[in-house]
């Protein structure tokens, strides 16, 4: 823990307290010593004060934030946008200012897109604080008071109780039934139990370290004092927080290819561009109309509405996806869930329901699996009257969720606990403590009282000299009990015996006497149960070809248990521990981190290193989780995913998603509409790119087929602002492929033109080009004037094919149907009416130099366009029956899935 300190302490400036070595392997009056205070009267007004100057407030620190005007500014040193805002400069020296304007409003959307992301993960430190407790009850100069968290000191002395956040992190030092939700901090799901004893073992995981209590943590049972021995970010929280600021942030999959399309289509544009212009030149050409011509064909070849497709796709999804209980907190995290390998999730609320539910009884030799009325009465009393949980007027049990679980079992069998109790009141208690390991309680019955206990089994067998059957008592099998206890252990679950003792008088309560010679009645197996519909989540994590592996700092029995129900695991599966894994070196992490499927009792940075140990290997890694020890992996993670209702404020500052339900399941709609979202930006890249290659693939051809020039710089520009505009637009409503849940995720090292795409808008480009020619051809030899006006209405009425035949990549638009994408298809008939008014109003025949054309001409026009969409509904017809793109396709496939095609002509 000093070693933590160290690290906290220099990361972010803190002047917070370092904690003694291991406090919890310290005597408590050596601790009380090394602090400098007394137990009973705490520290002195003075004293106190002296140490908060010296310490600083008990708070945890964030480092130096970069300002909002550098966040902003820092969002145009992307070259993608870099090379955008040269074709702004470009466009506006050619006198086109409408396009100008379009690619600067892009660039800035996307500067105030990028800079909300990045002010967003500023703040996952701030909520940490929320964790803090407000006020806290200290003793100080003999007498108790109370005080603002902030002001709590190393050496003070801290009251607890039920509903109380615990202010600092303490060694214990006084505990009456003493229980405290760790949940957040470590992944159990119910209440760690506290003693005062010194333990001996070094490198305790936090679940294990009974005798401490942790900031952010709340108190659920009992009361007692606590030494102060950490504060600020010399707190376990504060680790954590060290943990947030340093752990890097990696880009999703779409940035990577985004940024790397940029690169390599700029280098491409500048290349063509320079051997059209050279070519212009020495063919005669005007050099100042070559020279508007070649940086007109820049500015079309980079499309540069592929950024507002690419926020509109994301936007559009994040709507889509709150409506099914998930909120994006960061839009390219939808496309990243597409591309998602492994999902790495916690046990406790992600996976199970987060709340106790006795699910086990063992009673008369006898197992039963639900409670009902044929559990034998003496059980049932036992549960409902050796139990402190109690209904509300709502009807909500209250209390211990181990108790509420109890309280429960007995009411679905029959025996209201507030029944009970009036039948036979207490008369008497003996509290539960870690050293008996036991609680009893003593009730009046006709003709004198009963004893009632529970507790932990091999306590309690060794106090039961008989065992309770339907034929009455017999001597205790403790061996065969103590088998029976084991085996439910092995399955997970927490199991608790009960036990009676019939006394005739019970005026005196002493444990020793009336914890002797008991009936031994049976075993209740409890465990945190797995939701109802994860399992069926799970089951469609692996038909996308998606492993999900838990992580949970739980017991290891528990996990196995919950993960065998799950099928996450099977029984041969190894469970690594956090021990383990402590021991274990990064390398070895490595090579065997993608044969595990179950982690337990791991630490925070333990989380961490998995994921980063899967990223290693080429994985794409989702994390769930709700927790305090979840947020370093949420946010290293390449997609972050925490629980709404029951996560910490902590996770889902952290996190990319949110799951409002907290409900598994909701994460396979969201990979459903991250596939669906990247399919569709794959098809306006191959859409626009197609477009912008049969437009320079015109201009470079013409030249060597002895034609002039077959567009001006005007009708490129019309071109590339309304084909890849609304129609590319439209495209991001595209509904989901028929199969994007029945195939393996995107490989991530994938290109972007993988899957025939780069084969596509090569052949498609040159058809598009040719086919213009041919009308270009055709009109120039037979002496029509009106070529260049041909060439330009083939080229957008193919492109506007061309959007309607790729709205998927395997089924035809017959069989998807022209309305299943109203916005698409209002675009294309948008687009059709726009270049007829440009052919045959007067005004805008002067704008865009062109010529009405006549019937003939533009009936050649409309069949030569029409090639076009006919062909890619052959090429789509060729790959449904897998004659094309084999190779490219199979390469996609993980050997481990199962692929499914669709088949149909």
């Not at 109370?146 to 109380?164: K, Q, T």
């Not at 549960?383 to 679905?412: C, H």
């Not at 990319?656 to 339900?661: A, P, T, Y």
């Not at 009106?786 to 035809?812: K, P, Y």
């Amino acid at each position: 823990m000093n070693d933590i300190h160290d690290t906290a302490a220099s990361g972010v400036g803190s002047r917070s307290a370092a904690a003694p070595p291991e406090p919890w392997r310290r005597p408590i009056a050596e601790l009380l010593r090394q602090l400098g205070v007394d137990a009973e009267g705490g520290l002195g007004v003075e004293e106190a004060r002296r140490r908060l100057a010296a310490h600083g407030p008990n708070r945890l620190l964030e480092g130096k934030r970069r300002s909002p005007v550098r966040m902003f500014v820092g969002q145009f040193a992307d070259f993608m946008i870099v090379v955008l805002i040269l074709a702004a400069v470009v466009a506006g020296m050619v006198g086109e200012p409408q396009d100008a304007i379009a690619i600067v409003v892009i660039v800035v959307l996307n500067a105030i897109i990028g800079f909300v992301q990045e002010f967003r993960a500023e703040r996952a430190m701030a909520a940490l604080k929320l964790l803090a407790a407000p006020s806290a009850q200290v003793r100080r100069a003999g007498t108790v008071c109370v005080v603002s968290a902030e002001e709590v000191v190393p050496g003070d002395i801290v009251l607890l109780e039920a509903g109380s956040v615990v202010p600092a992190d303490l060694r214990m030092f006084e505990s009456m039934q003493l229980r405290i939700d760790e949940a957040a901090l470590t992944g159990e799901s119910h209440p760690a139990e506290k003693t005062i004893d010194v333990l001996h073992e070094a490198d305790l995981p936090i679940g294990d370290r009974r005798n401490m209590a942790y900031k952010g943590t709340l108190v659920s049972y009992g009361r007692g004092r606590g030494l102060v021995v950490a504060t600020g970010m010399a707190t376990e929280i504060g680790h954590i927080a060290v943990l947030l600021s340093t752990t890097e942030q990696v880009r999703t999959p779409l940035q990577k290819r985004l940024a790397a399309f940029g690169k390599r289509l700029a280098l491409v544009v500048i290349a063509v561009c320079a051997i059209i212009f050279t070519i212009g030149l020495l063919r005669g050409e005007p050099p100042v109309m070559m020279f508007l011509t070649a940086i007109s064909l820049a500015v079309a070849a980079i499309p540069e509405a592929l950024p507002a497709v690419v926020t509109v796709s994301l936007a559009i999804g994040a709507r889509n996806m709150v409506r099914k209980n998930a909120l994006i907190r960061h839009l390219p995290a939808v496309e990243t869930l597409g591309s998602v390998t492994y999902i790495c999730t916690d046990k406790t609320g992600t996976l199970t329901e987060n709340r106790m539910r006795a699910t086990e009884f063992h009673v008369g030799g006898v197992t039963q699996r639900e409670p009902s009325d044929t559990l034998p009465a003496v059980l049932l009393r036992a549960l409902a009257l050796n139990n402190d949980a109690r209904r509300d007027d709502s009807g909500e049990i209250l209390g211990d969720p181990t108790e509420t679980a109890l309280y429960a079992a007995a009411a679905a069998a029959g025996l209201e606990g507030a029944a009970a109790a009036k039948e036979a009141p207490r008369l008497a208690e003996i509290p539960f403590d870690s050293g008996r390991a036991l609680m009893t309680t003593v009730h009046r019955v006709p003709g004198g009282a009963v004893a009632f206990a529970k507790g932990a089994p091999e306590r309690l067998l060794e106090r039961c000299t008989r065992q309770w059957t339907r034929s009455g008592p017999l001597p205790v099998q403790r061996q065969e009990l103590a088998r029976v206890s084991e085996e439910m252990a092995a399955r997970g679950l927490r199991v608790l015996a009960f036990a009676c003792r019939e006394l005739g008088q019970a005026d005196a309560i002493d444990s020793e006497a009336i914890e002797g010679e008991l009936c031994f009645i049976g075993f209740v197996g409890l465990i945190d149960p797995p939701r109802a519909e994860a399992e069926e989540a799970v089951r469609t994590c692996r038909t996308a070809g998606i492993t999900p592996v838990m992580i949970t700092g739980d017991h290891p029995a528990t996990a196995r248990a919950i993960a065998m129900d799950l099928g996450i695991a099977t029984e041969d599966d190894e469970i690594l521990t956090g021990k383990g894994m402590a021991a274990m070196p990064e390398a070895q992490l490595s090579r065997r981190v993608d044969a595990l499927r179950v982690y337990a009792r791991v630490a925070p940075e333990q989380k961490n290193a998995i994921v980063g140990a899967l990223q290693r290997r080429g994985e794409f890694v989702a994390m769930t989780g709700d927790g305090v020890n979840d947020a370093p992996a949420l946010k290293r993670a390449d997609i972050g995913v925490a629980m709404g209702r029951i996560g910490t404020d902590v996770a889902r500052e952290a996190a990319d998603m949110v799951l409002l339900d907290d409900n598994f399941a909701t994460i396979v709609a969201a990979v459903r509409e991250g596939r669906r979202i990247f399919d569709n930006i794959r098809k306006f890249i191959r859409y626009a790119l197609t477009g912008n290659s049969a437009e320079i693939w015109t201009l470079f051809l013409a030249p060597f087929l002895f034609l002039p020039l077959p567009l001006l710089p005007i009708h490129i520009l019309w071109i590339n602002l309304v084909t890849d505009g609304l129609p590319g637009l439209a495209l991001a409503v595209e509904p989901a492929e028929r199969n994007v849940m029945k195939r393996p995720p995107r490989p991530p090292q994938e290109s972007i033109f993988a899957g025939g795409m780069w084969q596509h808008m090569l052949w498609v480009g040159l058809l598009m080009a040719g086919v213009s020619l041919v009308a270009q051809a055709w009109a120039y030899h037979t002496g029509s004037a009106h070529w260049q006006s041909m060439v330009f209405t083939v080229l957008t009425l193919a492109q506007m094919g061309h959007v309607l035949a790729i709205r998927s990549e395997r089924d035809s638009l017959f069989t998807l149907g022209l309305f299943s994408n109203v916005p698409l298809l209002g675009a294309v008939l948008l687009t059709f009416g726009l270049q007829m008014a440009i052919l045959y109003v007067h005004p805008l025949q002067m704008v865009f130099r062109t010529a009405p054309l006549s019937a003939e001409e533009l009936l050649i026009c409309f069949g030569l366009s029409t090639v076009v969409f006919v062909s890619v509904e052959i090429e789509k017809w060729m790959f449904r029956r897998g004659w094309i793109y084999r190779n490219d396709n199979q390469a996609r496939k993980p050997e481990n899935v199962q692929w499914h095609e669709e088949g149909g002509s």
